[in-house]
């Protein structure tokens, strides 16, 4: 079985609520980390000073089978539709060492190193 690396970005502050949406519709686990965008509309005027806008990406590692639920998940609690909301996109993922919970991610009763 293959597994899937989603990634959604938005604006700082609103992961936390895309997170508890993701978990209810099936993700086990994810991380949040802080970036910031560097795009031509990343910054905006405050006072004449220049501010950049802060983001947090969301990564949840996932079987492939179990993605479409996250994902609705993620784009309904982000309205990730709506332009302007954020960014949601997925990667295969080829290898997975290190994971303590790598057999459940598997969906399978062995390591990814026996594969």
Same mark, same amino acid.
């Given at each position: %079985?293959?597994?899937?690396?989603?990634?959604?970005?938005? &604006?700082?502050?609103? +992961?936390?609520?895309?997170? &508890?949406?993701?978990?209810?519709?099936?993700?086990?686990?994810?991380?949040?980390?802080?970036?910031?965008?560097?795009?031509?509309?990343?910054?905006?005027?405050?006072?004449?000073?220049?501010? &950049?806008?802060?983001?947090?990406?969301?990564?949840?590692?996932?079987?492939?089978?179990?993605?479409?639920?996250?994902?609705?998940?993620?784009?309904?609690?982000?309205?990730?539709?709506?332009?302007?909301?954020?960014?949601?996109?997925?990667?295969?993922?080829?290898?997975?060492?290190?994971? =303590? =919970?790598?057999?459940?991610?598997?969906? %399978?009763? =062995?390591? +990814?190193? &026996?594969?």
């Amino acid at each position: %079985m293959r597994n899937i690396a989603i990634f959604a970005v938005v &604006e700082r502050g609103k +992961a936390d609520r895309l997170v &508890e949406e993701a978990k209810k519709a099936g993700a086990l686990g994810t991380t949040i980390f802080y970036g910031r965008g560097t795009g031509e509309n990343e910054f905006k005027k405050f006072f004449n000073l220049q501010i &950049e806008s802060s983001k947090e990406i969301i990564f949840i590692l996932t079987p492939e089978d179990k993605k479409d639920p996250i994902i609705e998940a993620l784009v309904n609690a982000g309205r990730l539709r709506d332009p302007g909301t954020g960014i949601l996109f997925t990667i295969p993922v080829l290898d997975i060492l290190g994971l =303590h =919970h790598r057999e459940t991610m598997l969906g %399978m009763g =062995h390591s +990814a190193d &026996e594969q």
